[in-house]
């Protein structure tokens, strides 16, 4: 030891400064029984710049420490065989950095020392021996040696908050995480906790890593309580949470069969209880929005929607001095926000609703009636650790409502047949009528629906906060006249007025929707059935749809709002049953073939249009033919010749026959 210190003091200004801390590292590690092997070396670099040193190690456990000097932010060290293959880095971000490495095979090695960050002067030293448990003192650069134990569930690694190296070519290949397939071998570490802590645990690998934790039993994989793989990319693994006191299990793993060196980084932090989070509950009050983040909280609390609600969460208090509706809506862009209420804050069990959708993209809302009392509710998201920005809004209504636009028979709004999108809200809405599938007590929008000749209408809801129905009636708010109750409207309608009537599909439900609407014209439907041509049997008839309209709608002819290619229609007569074949061929076009066991398209009641079709088909082969084979009773039939989606047209053959 003095022989080397007399070369440090005496070799130059850079061994001067650093030779205090030197001495300061070499006497801790040396309290620890560790050794230093071989001469220190001195160098410096500039930032991003590295140097290579070459090292003979014999087979035992070295620990390298690097102590950079004024200027130097960050040095990293990586160990790899002659070959250059890496056997240990560190993972710190300092100014000094451990590695700690236990070499099967003595002989030459390489240690690369590069300046990561800052730059200037640095000195390198080797010891052997020991096996410390934690920081080799302050000058260490808070990287943690690997602390004894084989790592495996029979003999694992102690785990506390620090920076760990390691390598899974000694592991055994016994477990699998739940988030990835894995042959690899895996090292598992055991991390005790006395306290209910929030814990950081982050691999960074040479290779596609996967992390997981069980509790208290390591064998078990039904004792799992936490998997990463590909966070936040495809080599890292990650995993944030507030764990219970308990022992757990650590579980650093490779994809499929990968494996290799790895940095771990473990942090340790106390949490404040869930009793003092309910107390601090921030108020919220009626209309007012509250802006907030999850960034760097807990996942503290879990509900019964989003997947378990995983992420961070933030917590609020709403108070009602009476029952009222309440909507509670929770926005972000920055993850996929979910909103949920409790009745007591710390009861899981008390929850009274959870919502991870809303009447528009990047919201969760809750919508319904509660009684007088004090909620909890949180903000919270559906992926696990995803955090963010949101906005938080609550609104607080009478339980009757206050009244809306399109609340009453005359003030029912006008459904303009030019506008297929329409938007509402039965949030302050008064209950004026209940259909059949409706809720007593839930607030409706009335709608009222001109249709001037026989017409196919359809109504289909797009996004919504609280579950609503449509009521089509013939006379406004009268349940003797209605038509229709169902979630999507589908009808063919006679002319005349409508009353169409957004209702909440249980009492509590009310919020924003919104729907696309349709009224469409079938009188050209009804005159080409009327003079379909009749097919005869073995005969082949050509014709063409350029030119024709678009009358029919197709099962499988494209999505139901996109189809707008011109078809014609063609009919045949059973006198018994037979087995009928009918082929389509489409030279230049992709063809659709239906077949229809009415001509028109059925009205009344819940049908819908496409209730007469028997078969459909498109691409018999390919996109130019289609066929369809089928047994039918004696009868009249329909074949219709349709484009597939839109702006398919043209010349077509039709082969109709009796398979004897």
């Not at 009804?526 to 029919?552: Q, S």
């Not at 389509?584 to 009344?604: E, F, I, M, Q, Y």
Request: proline share 5%; hydrophobic share 35%; with cysteine.
């Amino acid at each position: 030891m003095p022989a080397l210190l007399v070369g440090a003091c005496g070799a130059t200004t850079r061994g001067g400064e650093l030779e205090p801390r030197y001495v300061a590292v070499h006497n801790a590690l040396a309290a620890m029984g560790m050794a230093q092997v071989g001469p220190f070396v001195q160098g410096s670099l500039a930032e991003g710049r590295e140097e290579r040193v070459s090292l003979e190690l014999q087979a035992e456990c070295t620990t390298i420490v690097a102590i950079g000097g004024r200027g130097v932010r960050d040095v990293d060290l990586t160990l790899t065989t002659g070959t250059g293959d890496p056997i240990a880095h560190d993972v710190s971000r300092e100014p000094e950095a451990t590695l700690r490495a236990c070499v099967e095979t003595a002989g030459h090695y390489t240690l690369v020392v590069r300046m990561a960050a800052g730059g200037g002067d640095y000195m390198v030293a080797t010891w052997a021996g020991g096996a410390p448990a934690g920081p080799a003192g302050a000058a260490v650069a808070q990287s943690t040696p690997i602390p004894a134990g084989a790592g495996t569930c029979e003999s694992p690694i102690q785990l506390t908050a620090g920076n760990y190296n390691g390598s899974t070519a000694h592991g055994e290949s016994e477990n699998e995480g739940s988030c990835a397939n894995s042959t690899a071998r895996e090292i598992v570490y055991k991390l005790e906790l006395a306290a209910r802590q929030r814990v950081s645990i982050e691999v960074d690998p040479h290779f596609d890593s996967v992390l997981y934790v069980r509790k208290d039993d390591c064998t078990a994989a039904e004792a799992e309580i936490a998997c990463n793989d590909d966070a936040p990319n495809a080599r890292k693994s990650k995993i944030d949470a507030v764990l219970e006191p308990a022992t757990y299990f650590v579980f650093v793993d490779g994809y499929s069969n990968e494996g290799g060196t790895y940095g771990l980084k473990v942090a340790v932090s106390d949490v404040p209880s869930i009793a003092e989070v309910c107390r601090q509950a921030t108020p919220l009050v009626s209309g007012t929005p509250v802006s907030g983040s999850t960034t760097g909280t807990f996942d503290r609390f879990n509900a019964s929607c989003g997947d378990g609600a995983k992420g961070p969460d933030s917590t609020y208090k709403l108070d009602l001095d009476r029952r009222s509706r309440v909507r509670v809506v929770n926005a972000s862009t920055d993850y996929t926000p979910l909103v949920y209420l409790r009745k007591q804050c710390a009861d899981e069990s008390s929850e009274v609703g959870c919502a991870d959708s809303g009447g528009a993209d990047h919201e969760a809302a809750f919508v319904g009636v509660l009684d007088p009392g004090s909620y909890a509710v949180f903000a919270d998201a559906s992926e696990h650790d995803a955090d963010g920005s949101y906005s938080l809004t609550a609104e607080v209504a009478p339980e009757q409502g206050t009244g809306t636009q399109g609340d009453s028979c005359g003030d029912a709004i006008p459904l303009p047949h030019t506008d297929p999108q329409v938007q509402g809200d039965t949030f302050l809405a008064k209950d004026d009528y209940t259909g059949r599938c409706s809720g007593a007590g839930a607030g409706d929008v009335m709608y009222r629906v001109e249709v001037p000749r026989r017409s196919r209408v359809v109504g289909r809801f797009t996004a919504e906060e609280g579950e609503h129905v449509f009521s089509l009636t013939r006379a406004c708010a009268d349940k003797a006249t209605e038509l229709a109750c169902e979630r999507t409207i589908d009808q063919v309608l006679t002319p005349g007025t409508y009353f169409l009537t957004v209702d909440g599909a249980s009492p509590g439900a009310a919020g924003k929707y919104s729907f696309d609407w349709n009224v469409r014209d079938i009188g050209a439907q009804e005159a080409a059935c009327r003079g379909a041509p009749a097919l005869v049997d073995g005969h082949t008839v050509t014709g063409t749809t350029a030119g024709a309209a678009d009358k029919f709608n197709t099962s499988c002819g494209g999505a139901q709002d996109a189809q707008s290619s011109p078809d014609k229609v063609y009919r045949f007569v059973l006198a018994a049953r037979a087995h009928v074949r009918v082929s389509l061929a489409t030279p230049s076009w992709d063809g659709v073939l239906a077949l229809r066991s009415t001509c028109l398209d059925p009205s009344g009641g819940s049908s819908s249009p496409r209730a007469s079709e028997l078969a459909c088909n498109n691409d018999a082969g390919d996109t130019h033919h289609a066929r369809i084979d089928a047994t039918l009773d004696a009868g009249t039939y329909y074949a219709v010749v349709d484009g597939h989606a839109s702006g398919n047209e043209g010349a077509y053959s039709l082969e109709y026959r009796i398979v004897r």
